[in-house]
């Protein structure tokens, strides 16, 4: 009698046990502008990241890890909701300071869900979705904000009076870091108030990490979300004082191992307190680096093109992630995945549906972040900075087709073998007809129900 009733308490005890151990924390790191070759671990010889490169040999690397957009407002659109961009109405180029829409409370977002389960949730960095008061963190799901609430080279109130622009224009600034004092007017706000104008973009990265730490040890007893979407290393590129490289040629090396210290900062945080076997951290990049600014932008390693483009320099992006209960150590994933399928699968390691029933493009790629299993994502949309549908990802081809700038141009049709070309040189169209027609049918169809059901971000009135 005593056996059956140690073993009835027992089974009752059990889902509560396992409930209790799945409310797992995640922090979430999101650079701007950052290359797919600018980490040690993804093939960087010049840039040091000893800190990501310890999480990637402690976690799980994924190689073929995809962003939504091409830049930045509809990229992180696609993050928090788990749908292409379209689908949510902010798909057409990024917001500026002048800009009335933003991301529409009514969406459901990773930090509602996290929300809905009792979590603690802050924002720290960079938001870019919306800088009116009914658009930021606090009416999207998020207890606290604190960062930039557009692009740091974008200035309060109208985008007015900014310095001189390009390489030679962000070489002056690196020689005078005072320039984020005297040359922008790019606010700091937190939840919805501007509390410095302009911010002092020196201190920005690692204030977003001290601010991340202080969250971390405040609810280090109790389940958290919190997601640091970081405002470099988008131009015009600033660091401590003390740490800065005098050399502009360096700038971006400077940047990048910067925000590689924080994010081992926040590691260590993590591991002191003993949360490091209840916590998953995520490391990744909005979309592909600025090209145009040479030395103050990045590299996109083996893939072609960058930042703006549909290429796989534009959106395929580095992308860690480090829980040493849950994700194997040393492990490395060359299978399909993106952000927009980040809030199924938390939701999913998490033991929590999602309680919106919102139509969202992401999938549950649990099991392929667990390395239990294998990618649920079968294809993948390309859509221009501009929202324009360009491109599908269907297995190892890879279909573009491009609208010509005039009259007097065809449309450029594009077929790629990723599995043999990764730097998209060989283009297969001619000789595969067939697929060019298959998939060429598949986007268009995927895209037109997306239109079919996208639903209006908010307008200011």
């Known amino acids: 009698m005593n056996y059956l009733m140690c073993t009835f308490f027992l089974l009752i005890w059990i889902p509560v046990i396992l409930s209790a151990s799945d409310n797992v924390n995640v922090v ?12 040690g671990c993804f093939g960087s010889e010049k840039i040091k990241t000893p800190h990501i490169d ?22 992180r659109a696609a993050l928090l909701t788990g749908c292409y961009p379209k689908r949510v109405g902010l798909h057409q180029h990024v917001l500026f300071p002048g800009s009335k829409k933003g991301l529409h409370p009514d969406e459901f977002t990773l930090a509602d869900h996290f929300k809905s389960m009792g979590y603690a949730t802050a924002c720290y960095g960079k938001w870019h979705l919306g800088h009116h008061p009914e658009t930021l963190p606090r009416q999207n799901g998020f207890d606290h904000y604190y960062g930039i609430p557009y692009s740091n080279d974008m200035n309060h109130p109208d985008n007015q009076g900014k310095p001189r622009g ?21 606010p700091l706000i937190e939840n919805e108030k501007i509390v410095e104008l302009p911010v ?19 609810n280090k007893d109790k389940p958290f979300f919190v997601y640091v979407p970081h405002s470099m290393p988008h131009i015009p590129l600033y660091v401590p004082d003390e740490i800065r490289d005098p050399n502009p040629l360096n700038a971006y090396t400077c940047v990048i191992e910067h925000i590689d210290a924080e994010v081992g900062r926040i590691i260590k945080t993590i591991k002191d307190l003993k949360l490091d076997q209840n916590t998953i951290v995520i490391y990744t990049t909005d979309n592909g680096p ?3 600014f040479r030395h103050h932008g990045g590299s996109a390693g083996p893939l072609r093109d960058g930042k703006g483009t549909t290429f796989e320099g534009g959106q395929r992006v580095p992308c860690v992630m480090w829980g040493p209960s849950r994700i ?9 995945i993106g952000t927009i399928d980040l809030l ?4 999913a390691i998490t033991r929590k ?5 919102k139509k969202i493009d992401g999938l549950d790629a649990s099991s392929l972040i667990l390395g239990t299993g294998s990618t649920p994502r079968k294809e993948f949309l390309y859509y221009t900075s501009r929202g324009d549908l360009e491109g599908i990802r269907s297995g190892k081809w890879k279909l573009l087709r491009k609208k010509p700038r005039n009259e007097k141009q065809d449309e450029k049709i594009m077929l790629f073998d990723l599995s043999e070309d990764l730097g998209e040189e060989n283009n297969l169209a001619s000789e595969q007809p067939a697929i060019v027609a298959r998939l060429s049918s598949n986007m268009m169809k995927l895209d037109q129900e997306i239109e079919k059901n996208a639903r209006q971000p908010w307008l200011k009135n």
């Open 200 to 218: 002092d973009q020196r201190t920005i990265t690692r204030r977003c990490t001290d601010k991340t730490i202080t969250f971390i040890k405040k």
């Open 344 to 347: 199924p699968s938390l939701a």
């Open 54 to 75: 310890q999480m990637a040999r402690e976690g799980r690397k994924f190689t073929n890890f995809m962003v939504a957009s091409p830049v930045c407002t509809p990229s």
């Open 328 to 336: 194997p150590a040393g492990s490395v994933c060359d299978e399909l």
């Open 353 to 357: 549906n999602l309680l919106s029933k």
């Open 166 to 186: 390009g390489t030679a224009g962000m070489d002056i600034l690196w020689n005078d870091p005072e320039s984020t004092l005297t040359k922008w007017k790019t």
């Open 28 to 39: 979430l790191i999101f650079a701007d502008d950052q290359g797919y070759g600018d980490l």
């Open 290 to 292: 600025w090209l145009g």
